[in-house]
């Protein structure tokens, strides 16, 4: 919809001498290659060097940074050697030359951060003054993709933490990793992809992600506790010695270990292992070829051990099996066929049977997605949900829409997000229910819409058109006398307002009193009061009493079928409940039609005293469905242990149509025509920037179907105002005028595009004069 960068996409500069090679495994292969190359280099040669290398190339760490190979993960493995190296030859050009190669590790910025503290660390250990110096260089040579991240921090930092799918899933990244923080997993530098499982395509099972290394490890696990002795006895050493770049590398050492001992409850360090490990490993290798320094002729014993202790490796278990997939040509084909089509346009893919955004291919292949990489156009997957908002609210409204088969909602949710084109792919697969895609009944659905056309088929992949109501060219459209609608709400799954009125101003006018009713977040997201709803019947219930008491890693569950329960009516369900210790209940609603989760979320947490009462609405959904399974899942991941008490619930039908169509109108409702101007031209030269020539006959609004933020800027309009609950708007006076719209935070990289140009200027201009 349209989200400011939460990832660092520009640090990518650093790898686009690499993009002329179309062979993505050489790119790993060759980082593979250079990581232990720095650290012989680092050790200065010869037979430590070479056994330190080795200790680098073969230990568990370097096996799960390649086993789900990702560019950022192997740019650090391969440079932060050479980066420590660079310190201390003090050489300033070296440096800047290996901060920009090393800048891909900062696509997940906190990566490129915790190594850049464990560098600056070891410089000031090193030689405090120089250890300035190299923090002004990296922070210079960085500042492009720098200064956005920090703005983003301060923006917009709680947008991720906050979605439905981190709320879902971070306590068991959380949960897996206090797991592994302990001193014999971090002495093999093993973490939580140890627990880690996938989709079996053969068997049609989920089986463990590394159970050949498991099998290997239970005899040479020794092996791998005999290196890291090695390398203790190596900082010992360096200690005792007096030795100043071992003293600078124990600081590292201190570092590294805390952070994989210490397991931080956050969405930001919820993988310690990914942004501590490295620094890890490349400490051990040092300390590992210190020690190994006077062995002498017995170097070969240690290069068998380290052999055999990775064995697996070397048959064809670095990378796993299951990244090496071949895309069916008929993606490619849809590629190209997008390619001549306008980029400003969006495309809805389909089916949405998961909230998580992990997708299973038919063809081998299950992870978060790779569509996008091939469009031009933006693609309104469920992987980009946490980015922002306005992405999760439109998965909520488009599958309410489809579950419910409600035509009229399902094209005025297309038409209020400025859907252009539906992307249905069939070769997508539901390991657990095939009904969940709802494939069938979405081609019955768009067969019935006479603005919805099939436009092409790529095997298995079909592409429909939407003909908007509204006439927008590159996300912008122009409207007099829109009308106003509130209140605003922040998360719903409904927007009876723009049901009712089509495009509007949020503000006065008509008011909803029951705007929202929406509870597929946690319940401190509510923004209704249950008490005031009004139950028309009570349909079932149970008094439970019961504690479930949840450890190792198990699942205790209870659940409730109610067969004969109408999909055409709508429900509030009350549960009554208290978490006495661990994770709450894990609450779900099963349609028992189309084998899918409905509503799932957590009840909540820490009322060891009391029990809560936890409200949820389930509206109406398709009207010939018949059946709800209610279910409450007690889960220990990890270490956990979860301890939560049932008291009961019930199930009251209410009248949900009735609540959520109630406006109280204000005194000029409904007078006023809405009339939208087509005479108006775009130029949409890149993300940040809007050319509008308009002509408007009377004052308009000027909308932007981009996410509202207020750092949008305009030039020729007035009153920055929020449009459908989601989008940008502004006012323009009538008669021919230019509107500029900028993205004002985009500054920030060309001014650090300018420092880095700058650096780079000075070093030529410093060799031409010397």
Known sequence: MGAVAVQAQASELGRLWYLWIPFRYGYFWLMLV???LGIYKLLGGKVRGFLGGLFYLLNLGTLQHFYLPQELFATAYAFLPWLFWAILTKKTKTLFLLFLLSAPMAHTPTLWIVNFIALILFALVYDWRWGIKVAVIGLGVNSFWLL??????????????NSHISQQFTFRAVAANKEFANIFDVALIKGYLFDWGHFDFTSRQFTDLFSVWKNHLEWASFIGYLAAVGAVLGAVKAFFIKDSVGRAMISVL????????VVFDTEILRFPFTKFSLLLMVVMAYFFGVAAEK???FWPLFFLALVIYMWPAFNGNLISSSEKVVIPQEYFAMFDWFSKQDPSTRIAPFPLDSIYGWVYYRWDYEGAGFRWFGLPQP???????RWNPANENYYWGISNALYSKNLPLFESVLNKYRVNWLLVDGNVINPNSLKALYIDELAEMVRQLPNVKLEKTFGKIQIYSVKLRVPTKSFVSVAQNLPEIGPTYKWGGLDQGYFDHGDYINGGGTNYPYRTLFTGRSQADLEFDPVKIPPLEKIAGAQVNKTLNTSGRKTDSLSWNYPSLSHREGYL????????QGKPFLFWIEDLNSRRAVLETYLSKNSYFEFQISSFVLPPMEPDGLGYSIHLDN???GKETAINEIKGFEINKIDYWGLVTQQDSGSDAGTKSVFWNDNFQVDHPNPALYKIDVNAPGKSTLILAQSYDPDWVAFGATKHKLINNWANGW?????????????WPQLLEFFGLGILGSGVGGLFLKKKIS
């Open 731 to 743: 006012e323009v006076e009538s008669g021919p005028r230019v509107v500029y719209l900028f993205f």
């Open 573 to 580: 369900i009350t549960v009554e409940a208290r978490n006495i």
């Open 295 to 297: 062995i002498g002729k």
């Open 635 to 637: 889960i220990s991941v």
């Open 34 to 36: 250079l990581g232990p």
């Open 148 to 161: 956005p991240t920090t703005y983003y921090f301060f923006a917009h930092g709680g947008e991720v933490a």
């Open 254 to 261: 201190l570092l590294a270990i805390a952070g994989l001992m």
């Open 379 to 385: 693609l309104l997957d469920r992987e980009f949900d």
